[in-house]
């Protein structure tokens, strides 16, 4: 690949915009009285000490987390959600109505939604049948303008890998970016992850999140990994308290401690196969796609319809029939073994 310019894909106004200067990153160091920020020195109206303004990089959380991932601090990004990361990318880097994003349905849906809130046109090329990436038409169509490709894996809501291989080739002949999903990678075999891919390739983002294997979707942390130049920029134009000060105490009693979310994530993993088995004794369960994530695509007869069903039974799956190439498919998440059980409880007798 010719030398990467990072400078060359950040759209003109972010590049010579100024970012915002907090009061906490004007003044780092020890001080006693803090009066520089308007905020409230009495304290806080509930218990606890919430009268602070968090740290805006997150400093204690994101040198924890990068020894846990074996990375540098300044390689990692944190956001309200990976969605935050997804969002910012298309604001540093898509000139509305100019520049593309590339996706492969059936694929995660927040990515087409920002894109359609930054007015980014997207091209969208079907994964194969069998849901791996489609990488000759890939080369053969790619329109010049694409600045940003999303590659989801495991991919929701299909729950298989895409081939390490295969997004490397891309990586290196594509002159955006390429943002590898890693939603769901703790579910996968464990070295699956492209996150040590990043020191070899500029123009590689990777995004997890906390929201799946470490059970803390309500607490809002995803994380975007990428080389240093890559994420100053998302700081740059990221809101300058974007986590707040539970969520960045809280997830870091989690990685200092992660032996519970292993724990949980070995439980999922049993399940998943149990309910796998279970799943396939049911005659009109036609398919079950091979997965590396916590949840399952099935083919149903009549999937609309079982699906109906089961939320007047109080079970609720996701319905994923028209979405590309997932015809009467039901997206199911792995639940604990009671949830299970009572799943294929019903679909047994609703499908007799
Ligand atoms: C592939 C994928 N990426 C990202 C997300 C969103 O993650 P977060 O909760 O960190 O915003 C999801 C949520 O379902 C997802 O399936």
Same mark, same amino acid.
């Given at each position: 690949?010719?030398?990467?310019?990072?400078?060359?894909?950040?759209?003109?106004?972010?590049?010579?915009?100024?970012?915002?200067?907090?009061?906490?990153?004007?003044?780092?160091?020890?001080?006693?009285?803090?009066?520089?920020?308007?905020?409230?020195?009495?304290?806080?109206?509930?218990?606890?000490?919430?009268?602070?303004?968090?740290?805006?990089?997150?400093?204690?959380?994101?040198?924890?987390?990068?020894?846990?991932?074996?990375?540098?601090?300044?390689?990692?990004?944190?956001?309200?959600?990976?969605?935050?990361?997804?969002?910012?990318?298309?604001?540093?880097?898509?000139?509305?109505?100019?520049?593309?994003?590339?996706?492969?349905?059936?694929?995660?849906?927040?990515?087409?939604?920002?894109?359609?809130?930054?007015?980014?046109?997207?091209?969208?090329?079907?994964?194969?049948?069998?849901?791996?990436?489609?990488?000759?038409?890939?080369?053969?169509?790619?329109?010049?303008?694409?600045?940003?490709?999303?590659?989801?894996?495991?991919?929701?809501?299909?729950?298989?890998?895409?081939?390490?291989?295969?997004?490397?080739?891309?990586?290196?002949?594509?002159?955006?970016?390429?943002?590898?999903?890693?939603?769901?990678?703790?579910?996968?075999?464990?070295?699956?992850?492209?996150?040590?891919?990043?020191?070899?390739?500029?123009?590689?983002?990777?995004?997890?999140?906390?929201?799946?294997?470490?059970?803390?979707?309500?607490?809002?942390?995803?994380? $975007?990994?990428? *080389?240093?130049? &890559?994420?100053? !920029? =998302?700081?740059?134009?990221?809101?300058?308290?974007?986590?707040? #000060?539970? @969520?960045?105490? $809280?997830?870091? *009693?989690?990685? &200092?401690?992660? !032996? =519970?979310?292993?724990?949980?994530?070995?439980?999922?993993?049993? #399940?998943? @196969?149990?309910?796998?088995?279970?799943?396939?004794?049911?005659?009109?369960?036609?398919?079950?796609?091979?997965?590396?994530?916590?949840?399952?695509?099935?083919?149903?007869?009549?999937?609309?319809?079982?699906?109906?069903?089961?939320?007047?039974?109080?079970?609720?799956?996701?319905?994923?029939?028209?979405?590309?190439?997932?015809?009467?498919?039901?997206?199911?998440?792995?639940?604990?073994?009671?949830?299970?059980?009572?799943?294929?409880?019903?679909?047994?007798?609703?499908?007799?």
């Amino acid at each position: 690949m010719n030398k990467f310019d990072l400078n060359k894909l950040i759209r003109p106004n972010v590049l010579e915009m100024l970012p915002y200067s907090s009061a906490r990153d004007e003044f780092e160091g020890e001080a006693s009285v803090f009066l520089d920020a308007n905020e409230n020195s009495l304290g806080s109206s509930i218990e606890g000490e919430y009268n602070r303004y968090p740290d805006p990089r997150q400093t204690p959380l994101r040198n924890e987390f990068a020894k846990l991932k074996g990375i540098k601090p300044e390689q990692i990004f944190f956001g309200n959600g990976s969605d935050e990361a997804i969002d910012l990318l298309f604001r540093a880097f898509c000139e509305p109505k100019k520049d593309r994003a590339l996706i492969f349905p059936p694929t995660y849906g927040m990515y087409k939604v920002q894109a359609n809130i930054n007015e980014t046109p997207v091209d969208e090329i079907n994964l194969n049948p069998d849901f791996t990436l489609p990488i000759d038409k890939i080369e053969q169509v790619i329109n010049p303008n694409v600045k940003l490709m999303f590659i989801c894996s495991p991919n929701n809501p299909t729950g298989n890998l895409i081939a390490k291989d295969k997004i490397i080739r891309i990586i290196e002949n594509f002159r955006g970016l390429v943002i590898v999903d890693e939603a769901y990678i703790d579910f996968a075999p464990s070295d699956a992850s492209m996150i040590s891919e990043i020191e070899n390739y500029p123009n590689l983002v990777v995004l997890q999140t906390f929201s799946k294997a470490w059970g803390l979707a309500g607490l809002r942390l995803g994380m $975007a990994f990428a *080389q240093k130049e &890559l994420i100053d !920029t =998302l700081c740059k134009i990221k809101y300058p308290y974007n986590v707040n #000060q539970l @969520t960045q105490d $809280a997830v870091l *009693q989690a990685v &200092l401690n992660p !032996t =519970l979310k292993n724990e949980m994530v070995a439980t999922i993993l049993e #399940q998943r @196969t149990q309910l796998i088995a279970a799943l396939n004794i049911i005659d009109a369960v036609k398919y079950i796609y091979p997965t590396d994530a916590n949840f399952v695509l099935a083919q149903i007869k009549n999937a609309t319809e079982i699906y109906k069903k089961l939320i007047a039974k109080g079970i609720v799956v996701r319905n994923r029939s028209n979405v590309a190439l997932c015809n009467d498919c039901l997206r199911i998440t792995i639940g604990t073994a009671a949830e299970n059980k009572a799943l294929i409880n019903e679909l047994t007798v609703l499908t007799k």
